[in-house]
C-alpha cells in the first residue's frame, strides 16, 4: 500500500500509532501545535533540512536508517548546547507512491534514536513531494545550566573531543568509490552514534565552549574560533588515524563531519571527563592550525559547486 | 549573483543580517542550537514544510508574499492554542542558481509577519535542494493558560469564527482559472491575514476548543467534533456569503483553507469576543452538519491523487 492510497490523515494516524510519547510532552500529536515541557523557562530549538540525494540516498541507506541519522544529528545540535533533548518535530515530504511501510520504519528510527535520550516525536506534518524530504527540529531543556555556546574559548583553554572522527566520511568516500566496503565504515555513515553523554559531562566540567562536528573539525572548530575571537591549535599527534580509515585517513578526521563528535574547550586546570581526548589548546589569534599550519580547504558548504 | 556564488555561510550570513532578534529570542542564529525564552515551563510548537508546486508557486507568488505565508500559517497554529508565538526557526531548501536576493526577499517575509506578533526568526538552516523547499517552525508561550485544544467542546456550547473564510479559496480558483482576477481574493491567497488576537481573545473569554481554519471550516471542525467526541451543528445562514466569492463562493466559505480564521467552541452563556460570530452549536453524535445536512467531501489532503 501506498501513502498515496492511505492518505495524509491516515498516513499520520498510523504513525502516531507507533510513536510513544515520553514524560516531557505535554501534548503530542494531533492538534494545532504540541506542547513539551520546559522547565528551565528557556527552550533550546534547532532545525535541520534533509533532502534526498544530498543528505540521504535511498539506494545506499533504508529509511529506518535515514531515520536514525535525520534525528541524531539534531539531537546532537541540542546537546551540543549542553542541554538534555525533550522532543522532535518532524516535516516529511514524500511521492505519493512511496509505500506506507517505508514510511513507518522511517518513523520507528526517529523514536528509537530519540528513546537513546528520553525524548520522542511530539508533533509533525506530512506532505506530498516530488523528493523525499525531511524537516527535522529538537527542543531541549538546559536544567538551569547557560548554554554552551561557541564563543566562550580563552586563550589558555585545553580543547578537547567526545567521539569518533572520519569514519563517517570514509564510509561515504567507499559508497562513492563503489568498490569493497568496510561495513564498520558505511554503518557509521548510514547511522551516527553521537555519544549523547557528552553535553552533560562538558557542562559539568566547566567547558567555555562546545558543539558537534558535523562539517569537519578543522571547519567546525574555526566557528568557535570566529565565534570567540581566538585562534585553535591542533596537535595532530593527538589525533590518532585508525588505518581502516584508508590512505585518506587524515584528510577524513580532519575535514569529515557526519560522526557527531563533540568537541569543546576546557579551562586548562579542568581534568577533563573520562572519554574525551585533550587534542590542542586555544591561544591568541584567529583560525585552525594543524600542527603550526593552516590545513587546506575542507569540510562542507552545502553549494560546493554551481550547477544546481 | 546566487546563492551558488554566495554559498551557505555567506548566504546564512547576509539573511541574518535583515533579521531582528525579539525579547523572546534569548540567542539567536549561529550556533548549535538557538535559546528561546519559555517563561510559562511549557513551550508550544508546530511545524510545517512547504514544498515549490505545492504549498507554493514561484509564477503565482513573489517571495516576499511565500514568506509572510509561510510564516502566518505556524503562527497562526500557535496562536489556535490559545498561545502567544515567540519564535520561527526556518528550514530553507533551494536550487544553487537562486538568487540571492530572492532567499534576502523571503527572509524579509518571514520576518515582517513574525513582527506582527512580537515573535521573530531564532535560527534556521540552508540546503541546496532541486526545488524550493521551506521547513518552518514556531514556538509560542502560553503565558500559565491551559493549552486551547480540539477536545475540550461540548454539547450546549457555541460555535464562533474569527476571520474570513473563503477569500483564499476563491483567489486560488481564480487563478487556477487562468481569466480576469479579483486583486483582493488572489491577495488573500497569496498572503493570508489570520486575526492572530484571536487566540488571546478566545483564552480570556472561556473557549472549550479551538483551531485555525486550514484545511477548510467543515473539515476542521471536524477534527474538534473528533477529538471532543461531539456533533457540531453548522447554520448555514450565519455564514455569509460575500458576491466576489463568485458562483462557488458557499462552497469557498465551507470548504477553502488558507484563510487561516480562526473557529472555536464557547460555553453557552458567554458573551462572544468582539469580531467573533456564532456559526452553529455542539450537539450530541458525530461529525458536521450544515442545515442538518453532511456537507459533501471538501477541505485538502495532502495525497490527494496516486500518480505523485
Same mark, same amino acid.
Given at each position: 500500500?501506498?501513502?498515496?492510497? /492511505?492518505?495524509?490523515?491516515?498516513?499520520?494516524?498510523?504513525? &502516531?500509532?507507533?510513536?510513544?510519547?515520553?514524560?516531557?510532552?505535554?501534548?503530542?500529536? %494531533?492538534?494545532?501545535?504540541?506542547?513539551?515541557?520546559?522547565?528551565?523557562?528557556?527552550?533550546?530549538?534547532? &532545525?535541520?533540512?534533509?533532502?534526498?540525494?544530498?543528505?540521504?540516498?535511498?539506494?545506499?541507506?533504508?529509511?529506518?536508517?535515514?531515520?536514525?541519522?535525520?534525528?541524531?544529528?539534531?539531537?546532537?545540535?541540542?546537546?551540543?548546547?549542553?542541554?538534555?533533548? =525533550?522532543?522532535?518535530?518532524?516535516?516529511?515530504?514524500?511521492?505519493?507512491?512511496?509505500?506506507?511501510?517505508?514510511?513507518? @520504519?522511517?518513523?520507528?528510527?526517529?523514536?528509537?534514536?530519540?528513546?537513546?535520550?528520553?525524548?520522542?516525536?511530539?508533533?509533525?506534518?506530512?506532505? !506530498?513531494?516530488?523528493?523525499?524530504?525531511?524537516?527535522?527540529?529538537?527542543?531541549?531543556?538546559?536544567?538551569?545550566?547557560?548554554?554552551? =555556546?561557541?564563543?566562550?574559548?580563552?586563550?589558555?583553554?585545553?580543547?578537547?573531543?567526545?567521539? !569518533?572522527?572520519?569514519?563517517?566520511?570514509?564510509?561515504?568516500?567507499? /559508497?562513492?568509490?563503489?568498490?569493497?566496503?568496510?561495513?564498520?565504515?558505511?554503518?557509521?555513515?548510514?547511522?551516527? !552514534?553521537?555519544?549523547?553523554?557528552?553535553? @552533560?559531562?562538558?557542562?559539568?566540567?566547566?567547558?567555555?565552549?562546545?558543539?558537534?562536528?558535523?562539517?569537519?573539525?578543522?571547519?567546525?572548530?574555526?566557528?568557535?574560533?570566529?565565534?570567540?575571537?581566538?585562534?585553535?591549535?591542533?596537535?595532530?599527534?593527538?589525533?590518532?588515524?585508525?588505518?581502516?580509515?584508508?590512505?585518506? %585517513?587524515?584528510?577524513?578526521?580532519?575535514?569529515? %563531519?557526519?560522526?557527531?563528535?563533540?568537541?569543546? @574547550?576546557?579551562?586548562?586546570? @579542568?581534568? /577533563?571527563?573520562?572519554?574525551?581526548?585533550?587534542? %590542542?589548546?586555544?591561544?591568541?589569534?584567529?583560525?585552525? /592550525?594543524?600542527?603550526?599550519?593552516?590545513?587546506?580547504?575542507?569540510?562542507?558548504?552545502?553549494?560546493?559547486?554551481?550547477?544546481?
Amino acid at each position: 500500500m501506498t501513502i498515496g492510497d /492511505l492518505g495524509e490523515f491516515g498516513l499520520i494516524a498510523g504513525i &502516531t500509532q507507533r510513536l510513544t510519547s515520553g514524560p516531557s510532552v505535554a501534548l503530542g500529536p %494531533g492538534d494545532d501545535a504540541a506542547v513539551v515541557n520546559a522547565p528551565d523557562g528557556r527552550v533550546v530549538a534547532t &532545525t535541520d533540512l534533509l533532502v534526498e540525494g544530498r543528505h540521504f540516498r535511498l539506494d545506499w541507506s533504508g529509511p529506518y536508517d535515514i531515520g536514525r541519522k535525520a534525528a541524531a544529528q539534531n539531537l546532537a545540535d541540542v546537546v551540543a548546547m549542553g542541554a538534555r533533548p =525533550t522532543a522532535l518535530l518532524v516535516g516529511f515530504g514524500a511521492p505519493a507512491h512511496t509505500a506506507v511501510e517505508w514510511a513507518q @520504519t522511517l518513523a520507528d528510527g526517529l523514536r528509537d534514536e530519540c528513546d537513546l535520550v528520553g525524548a520522542s516525536v511530539a508533533g509533525g506534518d506530512v506532505v !506530498r513531494a516530488g523528493s523525499v524530504v525531511l524537516a527535522i527540529t529538537a527542543l531541549g531543556d538546559l536544567g538551569g545550566r547557560r548554554p554552551l =555556546t561557541r564563543s566562550g574559548a580563552r586563550p589558555g583553554d585545553v580543547v578537547a573531543v567526545r567521539g !569518533r572522527l572520519g569514519y563517517a566520511a570514509a564510509g561515504l568516500a567507499q /559508497l562513492l568509490a563503489g568498490g569493497a566496503c568496510d561495513p564498520e565504515l558505511v554503518d557509521a555513515h548510514r547511522r551516527p !552514534r553521537p555519544p549523547y553523554e557528552a553535553g @552533560t559531562e562538558a557542562a559539568e566540567h566547566g567547558a567555555t565552549a562546545l558543539l558537534d562536528v558535523s562539517d569537519g573539525l578543522v571547519q567546525d572548530l574555526g566557528h568557535i574560533a570566529a565565534a570567540s575571537g581566538v585562534r585553535i591549535e591542533l596537535d595532530g599527534a593527538a589525533l590518532p588515524v585508525p588505518a581502516r580509515l584508508g590512505p585518506d %585517513g587524515r584528510h577524513h578526521v580532519l575535514t569529515g %563531519g557526519e560522526d557527531h563528535a563533540f568537541a569543546g @574547550t576546557f579551562p586548562q586546570a @579542568t581534568r /577533563l571527563p573520562d572519554g574525551w581526548r585533550a587534542i %590542542g589548546r586555544v591561544a591568541e589569534g584567529t583560525g585552525v /592550525l594543524v600542527d603550526g599550519a593552516e590545513y587546506g580547504r575542507g569540510g562542507w558548504d552545502h553549494f560546493p559547486d554551481k550547477n544546481g
